[in-house]
């Protein structure tokens, strides 16, 4: 193991304490940290049903909060660590936010923007690309959701049985 994905490691670690913060607000379980000059600058976890908004990613907000820290809407020397690979919504705010690398966990092969359906990051047409580092605790990342999309099966099941569901949804 080189020392980089070591350090990717790391600060993968905080992505995936985010998400278990989603995890407990009932929220699809993602996490987002922004990392400059070895320190985190910007957390975030998804609350879409939290917040009623669709653009409430854990992205959004991690990005959102780094620039706050920084005073500017250039995340230079930066690095994006999210448990899932983005969506087109969080890879088009990835670019025009201008980190230089993004790092993931999870792929995600219905909505990744990233790689998997596109890779809006590293569109040569685009003003920015980003260096991509794919897969960094994929399976802790990968597990996580599947988890979370398992107990909602469970509940969905459970409730067209006439049973209570122990979710919202």
């Not at 993968?12 to 607000?25: N, S, V, Y």
């Not at 980190?99 to 047409?125: H, M, W």
């Not at 802790?140 to 949804?169: H, M, P, V, W």
Request: hydrophobic share 35%.
């Amino acid at each position: 193991m080189n020392m980089m994905q070591t350090e990717d490691e790391k600060w993968m670690r905080h992505a995936l304490a985010e998400a278990q913060l989603a995890l407990k607000k009932n929220e699809v379980p993602i996490g987002a940290v922004v990392v400059y000059e070895d320190k985190i600058i910007g957390r975030g976890h998804n609350q879409v049903e939290s917040l009623k908004d669709p653009t409430a990613h854990a992205e959004i907000i991690a990005i959102g909060a780094a620039c706050n820290f920084l005073n500017s809407w250039r995340l230079s020397g930066c690095s994006i660590y999210v448990t899932v690979e983005p969506c087109s919504m969080c890879a088009g705010a990835i670019v025009l936010s201008r980190p230089e690398r993004l790092i993931f966990g999870a792929k995600d092969p219905k909505t990744g923007a990233c790689g998997s359906l596109y890779n809006i990051v590293q569109d040569i047409r685009l003003n920015h690309q980003v260096e991509v580092t794919p897969y960094i605790l994929e399976q802790e990342c990968t597990q996580i959701l599947e988890s979370f999309f398992e107990k909602i099966r469970q509940g969905t099941a459970e409730s067209k049985n006439g049973k209570k569901s122990g979710t919202d949804y």
